[in-house]
């Protein structure tokens, strides 16, 4: 019987097969009884009768071409079955697929020529500001959409020994160390073991009550990330410090009635050309008085190398004793009075955070630097580590500075153990990026997305808690750039634009880091695209979305944050021609 199948249903090679069994079938008389009739096809030897042709009555009918029909209809049914149902799994395996569906590859070369030209410029940028500071050695590191796309070192990590920096090269990484700190804070408070309006006194007993022009205040964790607290920095003599603060603000006071001004200007153009000619015909009767007014403003503008220069003349900055605890080190500010009333002005300080190292370890119930170690590993960072200088530490930079001939020089020996939530790690670029990446994760992971359409894993810390973490603060807007302001550890760009066709501030957050012998910098540029949604055909779950650059150096006193931000730009650039 599956001859007779076969023989109707197989074709191409096949085809004696179907002659074979026609012969068959007409070798049935009309009782049904098989005709004892040997037959041969091209030769073949005789065929023996079979019991399948006996019984083949009681299957088809005896007529043969009603026979033929229906083995024919027969044949089609299972074939449009089985036609249905692979259409149905497929479409099945398509929906189930097409939730989490990524968008078709670009090729391996068409990204690299575009990655290239990114690096290109890139390193000639790095390269510019390498030879405009002098510095020895700098490493950079740049991930796009969470995969590391180009590592580098330029120069030396060990000028002596002709040590030649590598992306392994470890340095300080100086006040990064802050942002790593929050992110333990984050952790502690979304697990409930902290409190962030609660005074510190409730995790740090030892730490005294303070108060400020007589009146009791309270200093809380959330004060002490954003820079709130009224702790000072390095500075001990809190009138140098607000007299500094003041010429700041009255800068910033000034800066923004010029722009008013400006704006109010160009809204009536017939009276403000008569002015500028005014001025115009009176400029050479300007008075002395006031050109000298004009060139202290000049002089008195402090440019990023002499503040850090002010900064680095601290004797703090230098200390050599070790403390065997974060505890113990709150004896060098602790019983100071405070610069401000906490929660009314931004005052950056790196004992602040000294303090917030004590919070972690009252709410956590562990060391600090244990704490931190297991953030690392739960992270990834399996490089960094506490600036330690008893251990051995592979591919550990030397760290230099410039002395009064302007001669290169090594940076005198220190310890940081004062100071480890506040600039106390030592990280490569890749740990950066790594970090830089697990945070943006954890903000574009929205929970709808997640939950819905997508197999993602949560991020480290929820979008809710990173969203706080990126937002600014009120009143601690950053003195160098007027469209920085601190949010918790991170310092944070909101986008904007003033002006049609003029610049845009793009979203972005970063923290820079000046420590003795280095400088750094940890840039993240998220996506400014929307959310994509299932409906949009965007990925929709790919993440992180972004740009994040790392740099770090071996010379102090060096500002990487513009070189960071075009670096960025130049990446994201070469991603968006790539799609």
């Known amino acids: 019987m599956l001859r007779f199948v076969f023989g109707f249903c197989v074709r191409g090679r096949s085809q004696k097969w179907r002659w074979r069994s026609l012969q068959w079938y007409r070798s049935l008389n009309a009782n049904g009884q098989l005709n004892q009739v040997p037959f041969s096809l091209r030769n073949s030897p005789a065929l023996p009768p079979s019991r399948a042709f006996q019984s083949a009555q009681r299957f088809f009918p005896s007529d043969y071409k009603v026979y033929r029909r229906s083995v024919w209809f027969l044949g089609f049914g299972i074939g449009l079955l089985f036609t249905v149902g692979l259409t149905a799994s497929g479409w099945l395996i398509f929906v189930s697929k097409s939730k989490c569906e990524k968008k078709p590859a670009v090729s391996k070369s068409k990204r690299r020529d575009a990655y290239g030209d990114a690096i290109e410029v890139s390193r000639d940028l790095l390269q510019r500001l390498k030879d405009e500071v002098g510095a020895p050695g700098v490493v950079v590191g740049v991930s796009v959409n969470g995969e590391q796309v180009w590592a580098e070192g330029f120069g030396f990590a060990d000028v002596e020994n002709r040590v030649p920096c590598k992306p392994e090269t470890m340095m300080r990484i100086a006040s990064i160390s802050k942002t790593l700190t929050v992110s333990a804070v984050a952790k502690l408070w979304e697990q409930g073991k902290l409190d962030l309006d609660a005074p510190v006194q409730k995790y740090v007993p030892v730490f005294p009550e303070k108060k400020y022009q007589g009146e009791s205040v309270k200093i809380t964790t959330r004060m002490l990330v954003s820079h709130l607290s009224g702790i000072r920095h390095y500075e001990k003599d809190p009138n140098k410090v607000k007299e500094e603060k003041e010429k700041t603000n009255q800068k910033q006071k000034m800066k923004k009635e010029k722009a008013i001004n400006d704006g109010n200007d160009s809204k009536t153009e017939p009276g403000n050309s008569e002015r500028k000619k005014s001025m115009m015909t009176n400029k050479n009767h300007i008075s002395s008085s006031d050109l000298q007014h004009d060139n202290a403003d000049v002089k008195e503008k402090p440019s990023k190398l002499s503040t850090n220069k002010k900064e680095f003349e601290q004797e ?61 590993h739960d992270l990834g960072m399996l490089n960094t580590v506490p600036d330690e200088n008893d251990p051995i530490i592979y591919n550990r930079s030397r760290y230099y500075r410039f002395n009064k001939k302007g001669r290169l020089v090594n940076c005198p020996y220190v310890d940081n153990s004062y100071k480890w939530a506040g600039g106390g790690f030592l990280s490569t670029v890749g740990d950066l990026l790594q970090f830089g990446n697990a945070t943006l994760y954890s903000y574009q992971m929205q929970q709808e997305i997640n939950e819905n359409y997508c197999q993602n894993l949560p991020g480290y810390l929820k979008p809710v808690t990173v969203k706080e973490m990126w937002t600014p603060v009120a009143n601690t807007e950053m003195p160098k750039d007027k469209d920085m302001k601190y949010g918790m550890g991170w310092v944070v760009v909101e986008k904007k634009q003033r002006c049609g066709s003029c610049h845009i501030a793009r979203h972005c957050i970063s923290h820079t880091g000046a420590a003795v012998g280095a400088s750094s910098i940890l840039l993240v540029l998220p996506d400014d695209q929307t959310y994509a949604t299932p409906s949009s055909g965007q990925d929709t779950c790919s993440f992180p979305r972004g740009v994040v650059v790392s740099i770090i150096c071996n010379m102090q006193s060096a500002s990487f944050q513009k070189t960071a931000q075009k670096i960025a730009m130049e990446f994201e650039k070469a991603e968006r021609h790539c799609q």
């Open 316 to 376: 703090e900055y230098y200390l050599k004793e070790k403390f065997d605890s974060v505890t113990d080190a709150l004896k060098l500010f602790k019983d100071d009075p405070l610069i401000f009333k906490p929660g009314s002005q931004f005052l950056y300080s790196t004992h602040a955070f000294t303090l917030l190292s004590a919070v972690v370890e009252g709410a956590s119930g562990q060391k600090f630097l244990d704490h931190m170690m297991a953030l690392f």
